[in-house]
Structures are given as structure tokens and as C-alpha cells.
């Protein structure tokens, strides 16, 4: 399982290791459609993409990841397989992640707006891309990060994190 910490993502961490972290288990989901494209979702608060997911609710982690997919992106959705995990430790919160990647089909769109108020607020929205342009836009989206031209620190370890899922998941 992949390790991320402060020092992994940025050159100077503003943010000392706290003497404990809180626990939180969380899923992301790579899905594709009939046409093979990607699913990555953005909103103009932060402009940049990354894959649908979130906290997770239940020890259910396929469940959580499909939930995830139906709420922000409107498809049921078929798991294909586990894609892999990244352990995050983020010292500004004192926030410890589990992160499980699956792999997933879309089954059928959803007819209800089914995101969360505060997504609708942010105006979350899904794009969709073959494998190449999301690869190539999450690479660009690491080389910022990398450059500390990302301002927010849980985008940042998002970017390095799902960049590393699709990485690993050739298509």
C-alpha cells in the first residue's frame, strides 16, 4: 500500500505531525462509460478534476464507492475489481486516510440530482475523457502541485492520490 505524508506532497510542510490522527476511511471510484471514457469531477471553487468519491459511511467499501458514484456523478454503476489503497497522513487536520480505489462500469444514468447541498453549492459537475486526456490532465495537475501552484492542501494530496489510481490502471 502506497504512503503519502505531508513531505511526500509538498517541498516545505507547513504542518508538523500531530501526536495522533483521526481515522477515516474513504473510497474513490474510476468509472467508465459505454464509450470508455472517464469519469472526473470538478467545480469552479478549486478547477480541478479528480474522481468521484468520499467518505465512506459503512465498512461496505463496494457499496460506499457505487453510492458515491450514483450521488456525484448520476450513474448506477457495476464494480469491476479493486484498482489498490493509499494510506494518507494529513498533519494539518490530524487526519489519517485509508483510501480503496475500484474500477467500475456504468450501468444506467440516474434521473434524480442526487448530490449533496453542499455539492450543488460548489456547483460540482462530471466531465467525461478517454484514458489518455484524463491521464494527461492529472499528470498536469501533479506537475502544479508539485510547483505549489495548488492552494489548497486536501487538493493537493486529492491530485497526487488519484493520479496514482488511474496511473496504476492501464486501460
Known amino acids: 500500500m502506497k504512503i503519502l505524508k505531508d513531505s511526500d506532497i509538498f517541498k516545505n510542510p507547513e504542518h508538523q505531525e500531530p501526536g495522533s490522527y483521526e481515522e477515516r476511511q474513504t473510497v474513490k471510484i ?12 470538478t467545480n469552479p471553487i478549486h ?8 467518505g465512506a459511511e459503512s465498512n461496505d467499501l463496494e457499496k460506499e464507492a ?3 458514484a450514483l ?3 448520476n450513474y448506477f454503476v457495476k464494480i469491476i475489481k479493486e ?14 486516510y485509508i483510501t ?9 444514468e440516474n434521473e434524480e440530482d442526487l448530490r449533496t447541498e453542499e ?26 502541485a508539485k510547483n505549489g501552484e495548488v492552494e489548497f492542501y486536501n487538493t493537493t494530496f ?3 492520490r488519484d493520479y496514482f489510481f488511474v496511473d496504476l490502471e492501464k486501460f
Open 158 to 160: 486529492n491530485i497526487i
Open 83 to 96: 484498482v489498490g489503497k493509499i494510506e494518507e497522513f494529513r498533519n494539518r487536520n490530524a487526519k489519517h
Open 71 to 73: 450521488e456525484e456523478i
Open 30 to 41: 474510476i468509472v467508465q462509460n459505454d464509450k470508455d471514457e472517464i469519469a472526473l469531477i
Open 119 to 144: 455539492e450543488k453549492k460548489n456547483g460540482l459537475i462530471v466531465q467525461w475523457f478517454s484514458y489518455d486526456e484524463a491521464l494527461k490532465i492529472l499528470s498536469d495537475q501533479v506537475q502544479k
Open 100 to 108: 480503496t480505489c475500484f474500477l467500475a462500469k456504468t450501468i444506467e
Open 66 to 68: 457505487e453510492r458515491e
Open 47 to 54: 478547477n480541478f478534476f479528480l474522481l468521484p468519491g468520499g
